[in-house]
């Protein structure tokens, strides 16, 4: 199936490792022309080369860059800008915040997942937004946590954070949808990354049982029995990216192996 993705200009935050890299795969693999961004030079480095092998046509760009910084943040977006013309669709995607409960964590901790998370993704869209606008046509997509529709235990932060930016996205996408923006959620469950073995190791710090233990858990609460592959939910990614997503906006997505329970 042709997507439609081929000359599109694509800028994918936090895309070097994991489920941010998976996507900027999937969209090279599209034809499209991808930027990412990463706070380590070698990860840069590594991904734009793997990036490089997946097609030899088409436009790649990296970045070093800590997006929770607003002049970093808005220096990826220039130079994407710069090198592309424009920017078609923006990936918001991030570090997970800290673990906590949350009645331990304080109102600080609170505020610091806010501004880490959440206010840059919204800064982030607002610099990308006017363009798309004026274009008749865009993708805004934000990775978030099956943690909106099902609180994660001792992932209080995340659950916060991600909740809101969900929010902002919902409200957004009533008030862009007639200039030709699609706005949507995509909430990832347990995929085999790194962040997905973090997580693991705090809950098996936190409830005093093994990392082993731990995994069982994780694994008895997904119906379809496996962690997921990366590479399936940056497929699910550019799909919302694509053209075949024309009618699709608003919209809060698992990708979670039918691990939330109750309807969404």
Request: glycine share 10%.
């Amino acid at each position: 199936m042709d997507l439609g993705l081929t000359a599109k200009n694509c800028l994918v935050v936090a895309g070097s490792k994991g489920l941010g890299f998976a996507t900027a795969k999937a969209l090279v693999s599209e034809g499209a022309n991808v930027a990412i961004c990463s706070r380590t030079e070698a990860n840069v480095q590594q991904a734009i080369a793997e990036l490089k092998q997946l097609r030899g046509e088409g436009s790649l760009l990296g970045s070093v860059a800590d997006a929770t910084n607003p002049a970093e943040l808005a220096f990826v977006i220039t130079q994407a800008e710069k090198h592309f013309g424009s920017i078609d669709v923006l990936v918001w995607n991030s570090g997970g915040p800290k673990g906590g409960t949350a009645a331990e964590l304080s109102a600080d901790e609170f505020e610091e997942a806010f501004e880490a998370g959440t206010s840059p993704a919204i800064a982030a869209t607002q610099l990308v937004l006017p363009q798309m606008r004026q274009n008749k046509w865009g993708r805004l997509l934000y990775i978030t946590t099956s943690g909106v529709a099902q609180p994660i235990p001792g992932l209080a932060l995340s659950n916060t954070s991600r909740s809101a930016l969900t929010s902002y996205a919902k409200t957004l996408a009533a008030e862009v949808a007639a200039d030709g923006v699609l706005v949507n959620t995509i909430m990832p469950g347990r995929f085999a990354t790194d962040r997905h073995h973090e997580v693991i190791r705090i809950q098996a710090e936190k409830s005093g049982t093994t990392i082993e233990e731990q995994e069982q858990i994780a694994l008895a609460r997904i119906p379809i029995g496996r962690y997921g592959d990366p590479d399936e939910f940056g497929a699910f990614v550019a799909f919302l990216a694509s053209e075949k997503a024309a009618y699709m906006t608003g919209g809060n997505y698992a990708v979670d192996g039918g691990a939330i329970v109750g309807m969404r």
